[in-house]
């Protein structure tokens, strides 16, 4: 497709539940990267991913958090036992090399209660 | 360790004013840099990308310059109009390899008053 699509728009856990998002990147783009904004401009690098290979891992709370991408298979980012502190909104974006633009999607809100 | 900044917070201007929104970055080997709109519950639409061998580039009514030297790009937007009403983010790579890790700045929020 021409657009990143991102699944839900919405999620609501308790604490301690997992939570899965999910991302189609757009067509033809090799590239996949995910961030949370958890403040109004504060955006945070999780992860890149050049096709199904983790490209930067280096933002990835390790002890929770994982992610993949896989061929002919929507990109997903996993939260296991979720925390108060992941209610955030979870960006995935898409690019078709390092050095073209970035194309986000509109994002999943996640909120942990 | 790449830190991007701008200012001013927040813009208001009647429409039909031109203006520039700041942004200044600290590490000047940079890959290149992004300026995005953000509209509320919205992911980031990318407006312009300078690569670190360009000095500006045009988007209809908007211009974005990239002076290394100094650590400081611009978006110049001309002939404001209400639809222009966002938020504003210039990001740039955390280091000259690029992984897509960006940093962005904390944002511009411009409202054009019609």
């Known amino acids: 497709g021409e657009e990143v699509a991102q699944t839900p728009k919405h999620l609501v856990r308790g604490e301690g539940q997992k939570a899965k998002l999910y991302c189609a990147p757009i067509?033809?783009?090799?590239?996949v990267f995910w961030y949370q904004q958890v403040l109004k401009n504060e955006f945070k690098f999780l992860i890149s991913?050049?096709?199904?290979?983790?490209?930067?891992e280096t933002g990835m709370p390790k002890e929770r958090f994982s992610a993949k991408c896989l061929p002919n298979s929507p990109c997903s980012l996993e939260i296991q036992a979720t925390k108060l502190e992941d209610s955030a909104v979870y960006f995935c974006?898409?690019?078709?090399?390092?050095?073209?633009?970035?194309?986000f999607g509109n994002g999943t809100r996640l909120t942990v209660t | 360790k790449q830190e991007v900044t701008q200012i001013p917070a927040a813009l208001s201007v009647p429409e039909g004013e031109n203006l520039v929104l700041n942004c200044s970055f600290t590490?000047?080997?940079?890959?290149?840099l992004q300026w995005f709109r953000q509209d509320p519950g919205k992911g980031l639409t990318s407006l312009l990308l300078?690569?670190?061998?360009?000095r500006e580039q045009t988007s209809g009514r908007l211009n974005a310059s990239l002076d290394k030297s100094s650590g400081r790009s611009t978006l110049y937007i001309a002939a404001s109009q209400p639809g222009d009403s966002a938020t504003y983010l210039c990001?740039?790579?955390?280091?000259?390899?690029?992984?897509?890790?960006?940093?962005f700045g904390q944002g511009t929020t411009l409202q054009v008053k019609p």
């Open positions: 300078i690569q670190s061998s360009q």
């Open positions: 974006a898409s690019s078709q090399s390092r050095n073209s633009p970035l194309h």
């Open positions: 991913f050049q096709n199904e290979n983790v490209f930067d």
């Open positions: 590490d000047s080997a940079i890959y290149n």
């Open positions: 067509k033809g783009h090799s590239y």
């Open positions: 990001a740039a790579p955390q280091s000259s390899s690029n992984t897509g890790k960006l940093i």
